[in-house]
Structures are given as structure tokens and as C-alpha cells.
């Protein structure tokens, strides 16, 4: 006898509402609204770029007066052969010094 067969109907329905009652809330409009409204923060070239323990020159990289969001720096340095951006970077943008301070998520191998 398989277990299909052994369960009964009113075991079966209580087991999909348990399962329907686990799904999570879906997010209102008003939820939705709000993060469409997110503005992805730009940043407007000249910047300069720390990372792997020096200040790289990326002058060649980007066009002055240009905004760019973290995705598209990445995306631009990536294009450019700068393969550590190629995984997850983090930015810290220091304001004084108009600088950002790339870290990259390294893999751990063992």
C-alpha cells in the first residue's frame, strides 16, 4: 500500500493549508512603490580608486562629468581588464578626498 492511499482526504487539504499558510506575505503596491522610488546612487567622475593597496589611475576608464552607480563602475573596470571586479566589490567613498575604496569578497579555497 502506497501512502497516497493510506492518507485521507481531510489530511491532505489540512496539509496544503499548512503549506499555503508558510508562503510569504506578497508585498503591497504601496510596498512596491516605495522600492521602485529607490534611487541608485551616482557618482560623478572625477573619482579616484583605491584598491589592491594602491590608487590606481582610471582617468582612461571613465568619462569626466559622467555619473556612475557602484554596478557601473564595476561593469566599466571589468571592461577594461581589472578581473577583481568580476566578483562581489564593495565601495566606501570617502567625500573629502573624493576617492572610493574598493574591497572584494574573496573566495576561500579548502
Known sequence: ??????????????QEEKKE?????STTKKEQKVEAKKEVKKYK??????????????SHV??????YSTTEISKEMLRHGFYDFSGD???????????????????AHG
Do not use: C, R, W
Open 45 to 58: 567622475f572625477p573619482f579616484g580608486m583605491f584598491f589592491n593597496h594602491k590608487e590606481h589611475d582610471v
Open 89 to 107: 566589490a564593495t565601495y566606501d567613498h570617502i567625500k573629502d578626498d573624493n576617492m572610493f575604496v574598493v574591497s572584494f569578497k574573496k573566495h
Open 1 to 14: 500500500m502506497d501512502l497516497m492511499s493510506m492518507l485521507k482526504p481531510a489530511e491532505v487539504e489540512k
Open 21 to 25: 499558510s508558510k508562503k510569504p506575505k
Open 62 to 67: 571613465f568619462q569626466d562629468g559622467k555619473e
